[in-house]
C-alpha cells in the first residue's frame, strides 16, 4: 500500500524511446544535474544516477517508450519510469542477478547481463514493481535523502 | 578546505569581449562583463581552451618567466618532453637540453629517466591497487581539476601518484646537498605545454610542498631556444633516457608501451566528460584503467606548445621509435624514487555548490531557472555574456544579471512599453474625442 506523501517540492518529466540506445543516459544525467543543484549529498546522488540509468537501459532495450516523473519531498527523492512495453512474466526470477531474456542481438551489444533490476534494488530503499505482459512495467524507486 | 589555485587569467586591456572563450569553455566557465571576460573561477579547470581560441591574446597562462631564474643561485630546467618534439628532426632531446644550458640555466635534467620509472611504478600500481575501478591517470591537472569540481565522487578512482616531474624535484634536493646550498637556492623551473602545470608550482594537488619552483611556457622560451640551439659549439651528451618521457604526452602511447589491458585513452574535455559521467552511472564495467587527457591530442596539443598538433605527434611517435620503447629501468632506483611519486596529503574537493545551502530555497530557484529558461528563445546567442540560455537563466537566479540582459526579452519588454505608449497616445480629452474611439 502507499504510504502517504507529502506534496512534492520539485516534479519534472522525462520522455525515454525505446530502441534510443544514444539518447540512454540523458535522463539519469538531468536528474543528476537537478540534485546537485538542490544540494543533495553526494552518495545519493550517485546512487540515484545509477538506479536510473539501468531503468533507462532497460526501457531501450525491451520497451516503446516510458515516461520518468522524479518527485523530490523533503525526506526522499522518488522516480517512477512507466513503460509501455513488453512486460516481465516472472518479476522473481528478473531480481536475480544474471538472469536475463534479452535476445542474443542485445547481449550481442554489452547488454542484457541481468544486472538491471538486481542494480535497481541495490542502489535503492525502496523499489516496488509492477507489470503486465504485453502492455508495460512501473517501477518506483525511492531513496530516502535524509540519514 | 584550501584556497583554489588558479592559472588562467584575462588581461583587461587587451580583452575585446568578442566571446570566443566564452564559447570555447568546456566548462562554462568564462562570462563577458563590461565587455570583458571574467572567469568564474569556481568552475574554471584551467584546461587553456580560452588561450587557444583568444584571438586578442588576453586569456594567459600565469606561467613565469626568465627573471624566474634571477631568484635562485642554481637553476635546472626542467623540459617537458613535449618540447622534444617542437622542432625539425635535426634538432634532437641533446641539442634542447644543450640548448637550455645555453639560455642560462645551470643545468637541465632529462625527465625520461623519471618517467620510465613514474611508468613502472604506474603498471605496479594498476596491478596491485584494490581501489575503485577503473583507475584514473592523474597526469593531466585540468582533468584532475575537473573530477575535484564536476566529479568529487570519483576521486576515489583517481590514481594518487605525483607527475614524473616530482622526480626532478627530488633530484633538486640532491643537487643542492652535493652544492652545499640551501634547496631554496636550487630553482626547479619546468618548461611546459600547459598553464594547469602551474597548480604543481603553486598549489600541488598530491604534496604537502611543490616539487617545481616554476614553469615557464614553450610558447615563451621557443624562440630564443631556437637561437640557443642554434649557437651550441659543442654537444655535451645530456640525454640517455628511453621513449617513456615522450610517450606519456601522447595518448594511449603509454597504455601500449606498458600492454595494460582494457585501458582507454581519452583526450578532450568534452569527451573526457562523457565518460566520467558513464563511469559514475555504473557503465563502465570492464575497464580497468582510463588515460584522461584535457587537451585534444595529449600533451603535444597543449594550449602552450607551438608546433601543429598533429606534426608534433608524428615526431614524437618518430622519438619513440628511435629512442626505444623499453623500459631501461633499474629496480633499485625505482625503490629509491617509490615515495617521491606517492601522494602525502589528503586529496581536496571543490565541487560545484547547489543554488542555495538551504534545499528549498535551492529548489525554489530550480523552478524559477526553468521558468525563465522556457520564457528565452534559447538559441544561445551570447549577447547576454553567458555561453547559453540556460546558464544565463542560472546566472540571473543566482542574482548575476537581470532577465533583460537578454536581447529578446528586452525587445518584449520594449513592445510592451511602446503598445502601451501608443495605447496612452491615442486617448484624447473627453471635450475633442469622438463617440467609439
Known sequence: MQEKQAEPLLEQEFIVQGGDFIHAGEVSSSIKAILKEIGISHDVIRRAAIATYEAEMNVVCYARRAAFHLAITPDRLTVIAEDEGQGIADLERAMQEGFSTSSREIKEMGFGAGMGLPNIKKNTDELRISSVVGKGTRLEMVIFTRK | ??????????????????????????????????????????????????????????????????????????????????????????????????????????????????????????????????????????????????????????????????????????????????????????????????????????????????????????????????????????????????????????????????????????????????????????????VNYLELWACPGGCVGGPLAVDNRFLAKIKAMKLIQQMGRNLNINLAEVERMRAHLSCDVELSTYPMQPLSTDAREAIRKVKEREAILESLPRINCGACGAPNCKSFAEDVVQGRGEVTDCVFKLKEATMESLRRGLEIAQKAPLSIRKKGA
Do not use: W
Not at chain 2, 624566474?68 to 634538432?91: C, E, N
Not at chain 2, 605525483?162 to 626547479?188: F, R
Not at chain 2, 633516457?241 to 606498458?258: D, M, Q, R, W
Open chain 2, 1 to 286: 578546505m584550501s584556497k583554489y589555485y588558479h592559472s588562467i587569467e584575462v588581461e583587461t586591456d587587451k580583452c575585446t569581449g568578442c566571446m570566443q572563450c566564452m564559447r570555447a569553455c568546456p566548462t562554462e566557465a568564462m562570462r563577458i562583463r563590461e565587455g570583458k571576460a571574467l572567469i568564474l573561477e569556481d568552475r574554471c579547470i584551467d584546461c587553456g581552451d580560452c588561450i587557444r581560441v583568444c584571438p586578442a591574446r588576453a586569456v594567459r597562462s600565469m606561467t613565469g618567466s626568465f627573471e624566474d631564474l634571477t631568484r635562485f643561485k642554481y637553476t635546472i630546467a626542467i623540459p617537458s618532453p613535449v618540447l622534444y618534439s617542437q622542432y625539425g628532426m635535426g634538432i634532437t632531446p641533446n641539442h634542447i637540453l644543450n640548448g637550455l644550458k645555453g639560455l642560462g640555466f645551470n643545468e637541465a635534467y632529462d625527465v625520461g629517466k623519471a618517467c620510465e620509472i613514474y611508468s613502472a611504478v604506474l603498471k605496479e600500481h594498476l596491478h596491485s591497487y584494490s581501489q575503485n575501478k577503473p583507475y584514473i591517470s592523474t597526469v593531466c591537472l585540468a582533468v584532475v581539476r575537473l573530477i575535484q569540481i564536476n566529479f568529487p565522487d570519483l576521486m576515489g578512482n583517481l590514481l594518487s601518484m605525483e607527475a614524473p616531474s616530482a622526480i626532478a624535484g627530488a633530484y633538486k634536493m640532491a643537487k643542492a646537498k652535493i652544492l652545499g646550498i640551501s634547496p631554496q637556492d636550487v630553482g626547479a623551473i619546468f618548461i611546459t605545454p600547459c598553464p594547469a602545470k602551474m597548480i604543481a608550482v603553486n598549489h600541488p594537488i598530491f604534496k604537502s610542498d611543490p616539487t617545481l619552483d616554476g614553469a615557464i611556457a614553450i610558447s615563451d622560451i621557443y624562440g630564443v631556444l631556437f637561437s640557443a640551439v642554434r649557437k651550441i659549439k659543442s654537444l655535451e651528451p645530456l640525454h640517455d633516457s628511453g621513449g617513456f618521457g615522450v610517450a606519456t604526452g601522447i595518448p594511449g602511447a603509454c597504455i601500449a608501451g606498458l600492454e595494460i589491458e582494457n585501458a582507454i585513452a581519452v583526450d578532450g574535455v568534452k569527451n573526457v566528460i562523457n565518460i566520467l559521467e558513464d563511469v559514475e552511472r555504473g557503465k563502465i564495467t570492464n
